[in-house]
């Protein structure tokens, strides 16, 4: 009877050490939205929505692969952005776009680039 007690602690142990685990997991994986003011104070990986105000600020250079650009985010705050992977096709159009990455010296590292362009697909309009 004692070692069936025995196999229950560990077995509820090994449970809970489990879950605390994947909750940690789980936790340190998520990425808040913030403002380009507090994504400044963080050294974590955050995303940023912001908008595109001057598309004359996009520049991709084919040869190293480097996209950048100035982000607005909703407080007015302007950021660089550099990213380094394909230019979006549609981010010239883009109603607005989310960068996830992380901010150093004053620009923001992009590692991710979500770009929300108008839906030609909205209620109401053609089809």
């Not at 004359?56 to 380094?84: A, C, M, P």
Request: charged residues 20%; negative net charge; hydrophobic residues 40%.
């Amino acid at each position: 009877m004692k070692n069936n007690k025995v196999k229950w602690i560990i077995g509820i142990t090994i449970i809970i050490i489990s879950i605390g685990l994947a909750i940690y997991s789980f936790q340190s994986s998520l990425n808040p939205y913030v403002t380009i003011a507090e994504a400044a104070e963080t050294a974590r990986q955050v995303q940023v929505m912001g908008y595109i105000d001057d598309p004359d600020s996009i520049v991709f250079n084919q040869e190293s692969g480097k996209l950048q650009f100035v982000l607005s985010d909703d407080e007015g705050t302007t950021v660089q952005v550099i990213y380094e992977g394909p230019r979006p096709d549609n981010l010239d159009h883009a109603d607005s776009v989310v960068v996830v990455g992380y901010y150093r010296d004053n620009v923001f590292a992009a590692e991710k680039l979500l770009v929300k362009c108008p839906s030609k697909y909205e209620q109401g309009g053609d089809k």
